[in-house]
C-alpha cells in the first residue's frame, strides 16, 4: 500500500516537472525570444526569424504534450490537459502557413485573428499546464489502491 502510494507520488511529480518544462517554454518564447526578435531584428530579419522559430515551438509543445499524456494513463486531469494541448499545437502549427499567407497578401484582418486564435490557444494550453503544476493531488494519494 505505501508502495504504491510512493509510486502515485513520483507519478505526479514526473506529470508536474514536464508541465513545468511546458508551462517554462511558453513563456520563455511569449516573453523573452518573440519581443526580442521584433524589437531588435530588421522587420525583414525578424519575419524570417518568427516564421522559422514559431513551428518548432509548436511541435515542441506538442511532442512534450504527446509524452507527457502517455506517462500516465490513470491520471484524467493529465490526460485532459495534455490531450488538449496537443490538439491546441496541432492547430496552431496548421494555422502557420494560413497566418504567413494573410500577412503576405496584406489580409491583415484574416492575419489579426488567426494570430490572436493563436494567441489564446498558446495561453490556454499555457493555464492548463499552470493548473496541473500547481494542483494539489492528495485526494490522489489518499484514494489510491
Not at 23 to 31: E, R
Not at 41 to 56: D, K, M, N, Y
Amino acid at each position: 500500500m505505501i508502495k504504491l502510494k510512493v509510486e502515485i507520488i513520483e507519478n505526479i511529480m514526473s506529470i508536474r516537472i514536464l508541465s513545468s518544462v511546458i508551462a517554462t517554454i511558453i513563456l520563455f518564447q511569449s516573453l523573452v525570444v518573440a519581443p526580442i526578435a521584433n524589437l531588435e531584428l530588421t522587420t525583414e530579419g525578424a519575419s524570417v526569424f518568427l516564421r522559422c522559430i514559431w513551428p518548432i515551438f509548436f511541435n515542441i509543445i506538442g511532442i512534450l504534450s504527446l509524452v507527457n499524456l502517455f506517462s500516465n494513463y490513470n491520471h484524467k486531469y493529465n490526460l485532459l490537459v495534455n490531450g488538449i494541448t496537443v490538439l491546441f499545437m496541432t492547430l496552431c502549427y496548421v494555422l502557420v502557413t494560413p497566418i504567413n499567407n494573410a500577412m503576405d497578401d496584406g489580409d491583415m484582418t484574416t492575419w489579426k485573428v488567426l494570430h490572436l486564435l493563436t494567441v489564446g490557444l498558446t495561453l490556454t494550453a499555457l493555464i492548463l499546464h499552470l493548473t496541473l503544476v500547481f494542483r494539489w493531488y492528495k485526494h490522489d494519494v489518499l484514494n489510491a489502491h
